[in-house]
Structures are given as C-alpha cells and as structure tokens.
C-alpha cells in the first residue's frame, strides 16, 4: 500500500478490497459499456464469466450472470485518517471549535468579521467547507447559493446465518439499487444506494431504507441474515451538475467555495485542498494535482 508522508502519519490508510460490478443477464451491455469506459481511463478492469464471479461471489442466485472485476480497489480508514488531518491540521496552528454555530459574517477593510456562538472571530478568508449547509453558509456572507442540495444515503452492518469471507469484494449492482461489501467474517454493510432529498440535518436511517437493502440483498444472494447490528446514514451533497465547487466566489472577495464532493469527499480532499492553497498563493501542488485544471469546478460557472 502507498505511504503518506512521515511527518503526516507512520501508516499506510490503505488495504486492499478489490470490486466487482455485478449485473443481471438483461444487464450485460451495461458491464459491458462500465468495462469499456474504465479500462479506457487506465483503470484496471476485466470481464468476468460466471464461474469467475461464483469464486468472488458465492451463494449468488442464476440471474446474476454478468459481472467485472476492479483490482485496484482499496478500502480506506476514514477515521484514522480523519484524525490524521487533525493533528497536522493543529500543528499549524488551526483551532478547531466545535458546537459553535456560524451566526453571522460580514466583509471589513481588511477581511471579515464573524459570530459565532462562542464569540467574534475575524478572518482575511472563510473557506466555505460546510458541506450540506454551504449554501446557508453562503447566504450568512452575502454570497449567491449555487444550488447545493443534500441526499440521505443509508447504511446498515448486517451478520449472516452463514459464513462469508471478511475479504469479500465490495459488490455493487451495475444499475446502482445496492452494494455491500465483507465487514469481518460473517458480517457485511450493506446500502440500498439511496439518494434521498433531505435539508442539513443530522441524518438518521429510516427503517423504509433498511428494509429495502435488506430485500433487495436477497434478491441476490441466497445468504441468510441473522441481524441487523448497526443502522445509520449521512448526506452526500451535490452541486446542480454532481461536480464539486471550489475556488474563489466570483462576486464576494475572501470568501471560497469547497462544496459539492458527493460520497467523495475524503478522496478528493487532497486534491481539492491542494489546488485551493495554489489559488490562495501557495506554490503549486506537484505530481497528478498539478496537472488538474480546476476551472471546471470553480463556483463563477454557476454566476
């Protein structure tokens, strides 16, 4: 697995998983055209017959015949990472604040003025990295919304009346209804690939969406399931065309949009925060970032 920078962590926050896209019979053009498109972009993506996908896969009812393989995925440790960016975070010299509501911003000769709910705060630029809520953010500073809109997705950790390898590839359907994946031996998650309009909220599971996963599951494999263990969700959050916001607001000096990274966010974070500090007058990000040109994404298209 890739390791981080030393100073950032002395760990890799990688392990492997591989991926399987599976689809009904009815449903092979689909892998067909997923397989083309990937393999087109340097993505290491095979075809796989039936009997390939039974070894992945055991237990999947006859239906399910048409199938690629993903080698290169990875499962990532969100939280040790998270904790990770924290702490270098803090040996910066950023302050974190937690429980501390945005209630106002306005524009000074020299920066901003802000209130929160633990006091006034004065800053040369706000990052706007509110996620669901960027658009509330963007209003409290003067700036135009650019349409972000929260979804609910759920998730739910399900044991199994039999035994499934913990190394189970994470398995999605082609026409996106599910995917679940091995979470310890006998034990998946599994989600019914919701997309629920939702305001800024903290999200909670619907029982609705946990019985529909649930059904939908077995309509694929013949795996019995013995519990629910855990149920939750979180929101994903989209600009109007699914791509992310980021870089200076076209109409409001010092303000800057970091929104709309859907189910990525952790994945694109460097990337994106990378280009951000080159358009704040950092030197520029080296190796792929560096060649990302991020005016597709800059918040001005929505202007």
């Not at 969100?78 to 702490?87: D, E, I, K, S, T």
């Not at 398995?171 to 031996?185: M, N, P, T």
């Not at 980021?246 to 460097?270: K, N, R, S």
Request: proline content about 9%.
């Amino acid at each position: 697995m890739p390791s981080p920078d030393p100073d950032f962590s002395d760990r890799s926050f990688l392990s492997p998983r591989t991926a399987v896209m599976i689809g009904r019979r009815d449903e092979a053009a689909a892998v067909d055209r997923f397989v083309a498109e990937f393999a087109a972009q340097g993505v290491d993506v095979a075809r796989l017959s039936p009997a390939e996908l039974a070894r992945y896969v055991p237990g999947l009812k006859a239906d399910w015949s048409e199938a690629a393989h993903e080698s290169s995925c990875r499962d990532i440790d969100v939280g040790g990472l998270h904790a990770a960016y924290l702490r270098a975070a803090k040996r910066a010299g950023a302050l974190l604040s937690v429980r501390s509501p945005f209630l106002s911003a306005r524009r000074t000769g020299d920066g901003w003025a802000v209130e929160t709910g633990k006091g006034a705060l004065r800053a040369a630029v706000i990052v706007n990295a509110a996620g669901a809520w960027a658009d509330d953010v963007a209003a409290l500073c003067g700036a135009a919304p650019v349409g972000i809109r929260p979804y609910r997705r759920t998730l739910a950790q399900v044991r199994l009346g039999v035994p499934t390898p913990a190394a189970l590839p994470l398995v999605a359907h082609i026409g996106g209804d599910f995917y679940f994946k091995g979470e310890g031996e006998g034990r998946i998650w599994l989600s019914p690939h919701d997309e629920t309009p939702s305001d800024p909220c903290d999200a909670a599971p619907e029982e609705y969406d946990i019985a529909l996963a649930i059904d939908r599951f077995q309509s694929v494999v013949d795996w019995p399931i013995a519990a629910v263990e855990r149920k939750w969700a979180g929101l994903r959050s989209f600009a109007p065309d699914r791509l992310p916001v980021f870089g200076a607001d076209p109409h409001v000096p010092g303000f800057v949009w970091c929104a709309g990274q859907g189910g990525f966010g952790i994945q694109t974070a460097p990337a994106i925060s990378g280009l951000l500090a080159w358009q704040l007058g950092a030197p520029p990000p080296g190796g792929a970032i560096g060649k990302v040109d991020p005016a597709p994404y800059a918040p001005s298209r929505f202007a």
